[in-house]
């Protein structure tokens, strides 16, 4: 099983950008799905989660400006990112909870590579 984010570049403050993250392999199900971001120095954040049926939660200094969607039928997760501001900058991280093939219960929580945006005053 694996994640593979794209969508991130370099845009000013005030831009949109739409980040795309697909899981793929031997997978019997998609749980939560979610985007951290980590800023140069700083710990990983959450930015926002979706579960399975679509319940969302977000981080606070987020709210109003990113929206994130899933397509379950092709496990894939988007984050649109409206209103940039250069405290968005970081390497953004999707995240996903996958009951792979063969495992009878339970789940792993897999990570993407992570895609840089940044965003310019």
């Known amino acids: 099983v694996q994640l593979q984010a794209s969508g991130g570049g370099l845009v000013q403050a005030g831009g949109t950008l739409r980040l795309s993250c697909a899981a793929s392999?031997?997978?019997?199900?998609?749980?939560?799905m979610g985007w951290y971001r980590q800023a140069p120095g700083k710990a990983r954040d959450l930015v926002a989660t979706?579960?399975?049926?679509?319940?969302?939660n977000y981080a606070d200094s987020v709210k109003g400006r990113f929206t994130i969607s899933r397509d379950s039928a092709n496990n894939t997760v988007f984050l649109q990112m409206n209103s940039l501001k250069p405290e968005d900058t970081g390497v953004y991280y999707c995240?996903?909870?996958?009951?792979?093939?063969?495992?009878?219960?339970?789940?792993?929580?897999?990570w993407g590579r992570g895609t840089q945006v940044t965003v310019s005053s």
């Open positions: 995240n996903a909870d996958i009951r792979p093939l063969g495992l009878i219960v339970g789940s792993y929580q897999y």
């Open positions: 392999g031997e997978i019997f199900r998609v749980n939560d």
């Open positions: 979706i579960t399975s049926s679509a319940s969302t």
